[in-house]
């Protein structure tokens, strides 16, 4: 299995497998728009603030995972991490959890403080994610499900409360992505 930092020149190579792996487990609608979600994070985030992270195996991508920039109110250093993509055929073989630590750590070497997800608390706090609510720091929409916020501390300090408004990249500035 090799890692490795997204490029741009990947890019079609990566929103097919965002295509395929939500087509299979969501349906091929949602597949499209995942693969148009993820198309648009590519073309309209500022290279210094989009970080893709690639799992490959015999040459062929089987995982991949980005994390933009969110903007908080104290002005720490956060990335969110979304979507997540593993291939359904080496799903459950811990390529996920490999690929997401793997983007932690370039994160932390990046002096990156805190960072952000939202979904399964069971599947990303394998990973160190930690539930959090919106009295600690509040997401940039309604959440729909608010038990899937989750942040962790990459500087080894508490997650302490910021009050105010966060802001995430223009593509995932949608309330329905929340």
Do not use: H
Request: some cysteine.
């Amino acid at each position: 299995m090799k890692f490795s930092l997204f490029s741009k020149s990947e890019s079609q190579s990566v929103i097919d497998l965002f295509k395929s792996v939500f087509s299979a487990s969501e349906g091929e609608a949602e597949g499209q728009v995942i693969a148009d979600f993820v198309s648009n994070l590519i073309t309209t985030t500022k290279p210094q603030d989009l970080i893709g992270c690639i799992a490959e195996e015999n040459e062929v991508f089987v995982g991949c995972i980005f994390f933009s920039r969110f903007t908080v109110p104290s002005g720490t250093t956060a990335f969110i991490l979304s979507p997540v993509a593993v291939s359904t055929n080496v799903q459950g073989t811990g390529i996920g959890q490999k690929l997401i630590q793997y983007g932690l750590d370039y994160l932390s070497s990046q002096n990156v403080n805190l960072v952000f997800t939202y979904g399964n608390p069971s599947y990303y706090s394998k990973t160190g994610f930690a539930k959090i609510n919106e009295n600690i720091v509040k997401a940039p929409y309604p959440l729909s499900q608010p038990i899937g916020w989750l942040a962790q501390s990459l500087d080894g300090k508490k997650i302490e409360a910021i009050a105010g408004p966060t802001q995430c990249v223009e593509a995932l500035n949608n309330p329905d992505l929340w």
